[in-house]
Nanobody, 124 residues
Framework: QVQLMESGGGSVQAGGSLRLLCSVSGYRDYAMAWFRQAAGKEREGVASISTSGGSTAYAASVKGRFTISKDNAKKTLYLQMYNLKPDDTAMYYC???????????????????WGQGTQVTVSS
């Protein structure tokens, strides 16, 4: 089975940067994504990446500020975040698609494995 574990969250002032990491335990490479859920809000797709890492997609709210990448040799997914805003405060989750479905989805139902999350808090 696929196991995912996020790290790298923390507290930062607005305008700061953080890099999130997700370690992947699985037999092969996967299309993956980052999601976030703020307190009292719905889960939101943030960024997605194809199995090879060659294609990416972003939510409009983070385009130009966040970069998703992966290192398949290290079995690690990354989310580089800069110019963070208070609205970015949320629990961030990584997700993997083990079904060989369409890539670059930002919909939660497209992913069948999830990490436990890492908290990002951005103060004003």
């Amino acid at each position: 089975q696929v196991q995912l574990m996020e790290s790298g969250g923390g507290s930062v002032q607005a305008g700061g940067s953080l890099r999130l990491l997700c370690s992947v335990s699985g037999y092969r490479d996967y299309a993956m994504a980052w999601f976030r859920q703020a307190a009292g809000k719905e889960r939101e797709g943030v960024a997605s990446i194809s199995t090879s890492g060659g294609s990416t997609a972003y939510a409009a709210s983070v385009k130009g500020r966040f970069t998703i990448s992966k290192d398949n040799a290290k079995k690690t997914l990354y989310l580089q975040m800069y110019n963070l805003k208070p609205d970015d405060t949320a629990m961030y989750y990584c997700a993997a698609d083990a079904t060989n479905g369409p890539s670059l989805s930002l919909q939660g139902h497209s992913y069948n494995y999830w990490g436990q999350g890492t908290q990002v808090t951005v103060s004003s």
